[in-house]
Each structure stands twice: as structure tokens, then as C-alpha cells.
């Protein structure tokens, strides 16, 4: 199995006023296609901070990530664009969803920024159809219409891992996605994943919930700053 | 996001910002306008004059010379002095301007024919009346004439003019700038019969004046010897010549004129004469108005920044709000640009809204001011301001486009920079910045 992610020396050190916080100290990674991988530690262990420095969606202090053996650190801003849009898919914690715009258009979005207002038109079809087939997969194809304020976190979430997967990214990241629901909610939530992982989708997940980490292939320990 | 209330409130302030800022320029232009305007019909486009009360000789020449000109509309002599006013029978004298004049030919050169009321048509008959033939007429400043108008700022006039006969005396002077009647008992008087009044709208002038036929007024100052005398010549241009060009020509053939009577018997009276715009000529009328006007204008300058700053703010605000969603655009790869550029389109679609409302609204309203103000008037009696206080005839109600495209394009820059300093900032920060701060 190749290496589609991997991080090496990460830290990240957050100042507050005279104090520093070191949260990730050094922290090596390293995630092979088609896993499902589980990061779990304590609250405030530095998590949800690692899965953004993976996705690029923050900038480590030093070390670096690599996508398919490529420097991240080294992409130029358009590069970085594209990366966010179609390498990774995102799933934050607490949703993200765009209030002005229903299910169906928060589904689309990544698909639109890809192709641009000219490549939709010849494109938007395919991606309704794509968009659609995952709604509906997740139990949400008479939710379309509606707005996220609309829907319970659970849905919410759903249509969020529906818009992180639009543009078919090699690499899913999720944090804590069922951090906000009921057991069983949550647990309808894992099945995706699991069901997602199955059709060969590599997964990587945050969670402080062993029981949760369990269901994943591989549980990476997070623990002052390190790997345990 | 056009839906949302915050953006109807955003294009409703832009909309009344503008609205506001239409409403007060075009107000205030339009009353310095009109102001200049009277003061321009009152005067003609310029004005050769001596201060002197004992006027200046050899008018008829420089008249003639003028006349010959093509740059020349028309030229008119005026007698200007002060005089006393007795209605007869009675012992009060009261203090007054007079002017001498050819009616026809000074309403060519000014505005005097259209201030009259019952000759407005015909100027040239200004003096004619139906009383005693031997009298000669005379036009007097409706204030002086009427007191002052009603509430409602019109004057009344009835169709039948009664006979009023009014005496004028004044102090003859010689060319030399002696009293002419040192033996004989210092003034002549002369009775005029009322045949009109003049309302040239400038308070000052309608409550003074009195018009009397040129070469009665000419006699009456001691003017009328073998070296005439005038104190003034009013000169309208033609079309196409503008009024400093035309000043400009005028003086150069003043100083050729001068220097041609130069060894003339009353050359030095040329001396006095100065030739001026119209503008430098009523300087002392105007000259307030324009002191105030450059206070106002500081006014509208800091209007204009308030409601610049306002519609910053209201952008600002609302930007400052979306940037959670700034957060979600960029963790799904749309590059800043877009997110900027999206942002931009939003404040430019707002701000052209508000601001077209605005000005739709406020020219609507200006054109309709007056039409409101009256009907405020008939139906409860209230009024803006009263006319019998206030020398103003009515609202003006004359949009200019250049004023309303100037507030149009400042309200859309102001959106546009309102909308563009957020959303720069927050495009420059990484998803995770924007996004943590949003999620507490
Ligand atoms: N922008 C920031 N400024 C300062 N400190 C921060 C910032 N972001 C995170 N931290 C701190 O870094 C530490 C790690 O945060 P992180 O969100 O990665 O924790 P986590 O493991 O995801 O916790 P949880 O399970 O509660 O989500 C925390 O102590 C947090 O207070
Ligand atoms: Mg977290």
C-alpha cells in the first residue's frame, strides 16, 4: 500500500500573551491509502490542530506534511486552493455550513469552485447527479430544499460529509463528526464512514471516544504533543 | 444573501445617505443660483460705472462705439443717484435710490423688463401711464410700493392702477462736484406718476428703487449741461461671447477711449470709470453669500464624509459578520480573489441599488418639494419658510446630473471600499484563523 499522507517533526506553538502553548511537539504521522485511521487524546491534546495542519488549513511551526510524497509547505497559493478542494475533504467538528444556501447548494459548492462559472455549465449534470446519489445515500434526498438551521446536527453533519466528498478527494478528514450527536446518531454517522472506507476511501478521523477509535483500522494516540 | 434583512437595511441607509445628500445640494445650489441669477438680470453681463455721484462725460460716444460692436447685445446709459421721496400731502420724506433709464434699451442690456409687472411685455412703455400727460411715469421697487408680500409670498396687483403721484428731490451736482443751486435753493423736485413696480427679487433693491425716464433723472442730478453726464453703462454681450471675454474686450476699448479724450475738458471724470463683470460689480451682494457658501460647502464636505463613513461602516459590519462563511469559502479551496471579488460584487450591487433609490427618491422629491410645501400650505396652513420673511420665491427643484452622478459614484466607492478592507483582511488569514473565532 502506498503512503498517500505523512507528517514528519510537526510542532506548532500557540502564544498567549506572555505564555506559549507547545500542542504539537515533533509529531510524526504516517497514513497509507485506503485506511481508516483513528486519532484519539484528550481533550485540548492538540487533535483537531493536527487534522488542520494535514488538511492545510492552518501552517505548522516547523516540520512538514507530505500529499503523495509532495512538500504541502512548498504548494503555491493556487496549488494550496486546489489541494483544500480536491485532495482533501474536510469534516469539522462542528459542521461549517453556509446558512444562506440549502443542502443541495452547500453539497455543490466545492464542485462549483473547481470547475469555475464557465466548466459548471458543461459539468453541472454530472455533479447534480453525484450530489444527489450521496444525499440520498445518507438519507437526505428529501432534505434538499432545506437550510442547514433546518436540519439536526446529525443531518447536518451528513450533508457535511456529502459536500467534503463531491469532488471525490483521495483523502477524507474528520474531526470529531460524531463529537456533537447522540450515540446512535453518531453511530449511523460511523457507518458512513465505515461504509465509505469499504468502497476504498481513505478515512482519517479525531475522536476522544476509544469505543468510537475502535471502529477504525488503526488508532494513532495522541498524547503531549506526540505520537504514543 | 441579498434576502436578508441586513441587506435591505444596508440599501435603505445608502438609499436615504444619498437621498439626504441630493436633497441639501440641490437646495443650496439651487438658492445661490437663483441668487446669482437675480443679481446678473439686475446688473447685465457688464458694467462700465464711476462710484461718483457726479458720473463721467462723453458717454454718448463710448456708447456709440460699443454699439458698433458685433460682441455687443446691447448697451444702455443709466443715471444713478439718492434722492427724497414725498407723497403729496403728506410731510414724510423717505430716503431712496434713483435710476435714470431708456426702458426699451436698458431691458435689452438687464433683466428690468422682466421685473416689471403690468409692462413686463412691453419694457419700452415701462413710464407710460393714463393720468395727467404732463407728468412723466415712474417704476417703483414693489417692496417700497407694496410693504411686503402675504404669507403665502405673492404680491397683489389689481388690474386698474391708481393714481399715485410721488415727488422725487434730489441735489444736483456740477461737473466739477459742486451743489449746482448754491443761489437758488440746493434741490430739484420733480412729481412722477406711479405707472409700475419693479420686484427684482434682491430685498435691498425692491425696497429703494425708483426708475424715472433718463433725461428727466439726467436734469434732476444736474447732468443734462453741455458736457452730458451718466454714472453708468450696462452692457449685455451677444450669444456667443462670454462675459469675462466680452469685460476683457470692453476694457481694452475703455482704455483706447481714455486715452483718446485724454486732453478733453472732463477727462479727468474718465478716471473714475471702472469697467466690471457683473459678478465684481454686485461684489458687495454677492460677496456674503459667497463667504456662506464656502462655510456650507465645508458642511457638505463633512456630510459627504459621514455618509461615506456610514456606508463604510454598514459594509464593514456586514463582512465582519459573514467572515465565518469567509472561513468555510476558503477551507474548501476558493481562492481569496474569488472570495474578495464575491464580496465586491455584493457591495456594488448594493450600493448601485441603495444609491439609485436614493437619487430616484430625492429627485422625485426635490421636483415635487414645492407642489408638497403648497399643498401643506392650503391644507393646514403650514409653511417652510415665510415668504414675506424670506427673499425666497420657491424651493428650487433643479437636479443636476453632475451633482447626482458625483453622490451616485461616491456612495458605490464607499461601498465598494466599506466591502473591500474586511474581506481583504479576511481572505488573508488561514480557514483555521477565521473559523476558530467564529465557532465560540
Ligand atoms: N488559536 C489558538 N490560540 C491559542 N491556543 C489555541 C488555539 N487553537 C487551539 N489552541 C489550544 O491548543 C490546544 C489544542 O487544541 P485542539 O483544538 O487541537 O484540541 P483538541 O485535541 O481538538 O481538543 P478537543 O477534543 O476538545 O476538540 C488547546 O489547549 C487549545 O486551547
Ligand atoms: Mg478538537
Known sequence: MDTIISATGICKTYKLGQSTLEVLKGLDLSVNEGEFVAIVGASGSGKSTLLHILGALDKADAGNVRYKQRDIASFSQKKL?????????????????????????????????????????????????????????????????????????????????????INQPKLLLADEPTGNLDSETGNGILKVLEQLNGDGQTVIMVTHDDNIASRGHKIIRLADGKIV | M????????????????????????????????????????????????????VGFTYYEDFLAELR??????????????????????????????????????????????????????????????????????????????????DKSGKYHHSSFR????????????????????????????KTFIYADDSHTQIPKVDSKMIYIPFHFAQKLCGMDGPDKRVNAIHIKFAENTSVSEGTEKVKALWQSFLQKNDDKKYANLLQNVTVQKWTDFRRSSIAPMEKEQTMLLMLFIMLGFITVFIIFVVFYMIISHKSKDIGILKSIGISAISIVNIFLAFAF????????????????????????????????????????????????????????????????????????????????????????????
Open chain 2, 162 to 189: 391708481s393714481r399715485y403721484e410721488f415727488s422725487i428731490s434730489c441735489f444736483p451736482l456740477t461737473a466739477k462736484g459742486a451743489l449746482a443751486k448754491m443761489s437758488t435753493g440746493l434741490v430739484n423736485s
Open chain 2, 349 to 440: 450591487l448594493v450600493g448601485a441599488i441603495g444609491s439609485l433609490v436614493g437619487a430616484v427618491c430625492g429627485w422625485a422629491f426635490v421636483s415635487k418639494a414645492n407642489d408638497i410645501e403648497a399643498w401643506l400650505f392650503e391644507e393646514y396652513g403650514w409653511q417652510l419658510w415665510d415668504r414675506s420673511v424670506y427673499a425666497i420665491g420657491a424651493i428650487p427643484d433643479q437636479v443636476q446630473i453632475n451633482v447626482v452622478t458625483l453622490i451616485v459614484i461616491s456612495a458605490v466607492a464607499a461601498s465598494l471600499l466599506g466591502a473591500l478592507i474586511p474581506s481583504i483582511q479576511a481572505a488573508r488569514k488561514t480557514p483555521v484563523e477565521i473559523l476558530q473565532v467564529n465557532q465560540l
Open chain 2, 68 to 149: 458698433a460692436k458685433p460682441f455687443v447685445f446691447a448697451a444702455a446709459p443709466a443715471i444713478k443717484s439718492f434722492g427724497l421721496l414725498n407723497q403729496p400731502g403728506s410731510d414724510i420724506n423717505i430716503g431712496i435710490e434713483i435710476t435714470g433709464i431708456e426702458p426699451g434699451e436698458f431691458s435689452r442690456a438687464t433683466g428690468f423688463g422682466k421685473t416689471l409687472y403690468y409692462n413686463r411685455l412691453q419694457p419700452q412703455d415701462a413710464f407710460a401711464h393714463n393720468y395727467d400727460k404732463n407728468l412723466p411715469g415712474c417704476v417703483v421697487g414693489i417692496i417700497m410700493m407694496q410693504g411686503g408680500t
Open chain 1, 81 to 165: 486552493n486546489l489541494y483544500r478542494n480536491g485532495s482533501v475533504g474536510f469534516v469539522f467538528q462542528f459542521y461549517h455550513l453556509l446558512d444562506e444556501l440549502n443542502v443541495l447548494e452547500n453539497v455543490l459548492l466545492p464542485a462549483m469552485a473547481k470547475h469555475g462559472t464557465i466548466g459548471w455549465f458543461s459539468h453541472k449534470k454530472s455533479i447534480k447527479a453525484r450530489a444527489m446519489e450521496l444525499l440520498h445515500r445518507f438519507g437526505l434526498a428529501d432534505r434538499i430544499k432545506h437550510r442547514p438551521y433546518q436540519l439536526s446536527g446529525g443531518e447536518r453533519q451528513r450533508v457535511a460529509i456529502a459536500r467534503a466528498l
Open chain 2, 2 to 53: 441579498l434576502k436578508r434583512r441586513i441587506t435591505i437595511l444596508a440599501i435603505a441607509s445608502i438609499a436615504l445617505c444619498v437621498f439626504i445628500t441630493l436633497v441639501v445640494m440641490t437646495v443650496h445650489n439651487g438658492i445661490v443660483n437663483e441668487f446669482k441669477g437675480k443679481n446678473h438680470r439686475f446688473a447685465g453681463d457688464c458694467v462700465v460705472s464711476t462710484d461718483s455721484l
